[in-house]
């Protein structure tokens, strides 16, 4: 499975980004989502959904961000509102099939 993920860039404080993630082929995915890794910091879960519709969302992240799926697409976007500056990340696609799966990171910048 390749993940290639788009829509990161610099945005102020406040300000809003939808990233998008699509996988390769047509195999049915049970979770995606994304993680982020802020400078000096490990890789933390940011949101998770399931084919079926679970979805898990880090306390710092909910209510500002909404993470959905295209089954049929096999794509998870995540779109991130009322962002912060401690939002800035290098942000990864995940996905797991049998195993985990990760896209090459978009850059998520969050100017105060």
């Known amino acids: 499975v390749q993940l290639q993920a788009s829509g990161g860039g610099l945005v102020q404080a406040g300000g809003s980004l939808r990233l998008s993630c699509a996988a390769s082929g047509s195999i049915s995915i049970n979770v995606m989502g994304w993680y982020r890794q802020a400078p000096g910091k490990e890789r933390e879960l940011v949101a998770t959904?399931?084919?079926?519709?679970?979805?898990k969302y880090s306390d710092s992240v909910k209510g500002r961000f909404t993470i959905s799926r295209d089954n049929a697409k096999n794509t998870v976007y995540l779109e991130m509102n009322s962002l912060k500056p401690e939002d800035t990340a290098i942000y990864y696609c995940?996905?797991?099939?049998?195993?985990?799966?990760w896209g090459q990171g978009t850059l998520v910048t969050v100017s105060s």
């Open positions: 995940y996905a797991f099939v049998y195993s985990a799966y």
């Open positions: 959904a399931t084919r079926g519709g679970n979805i």
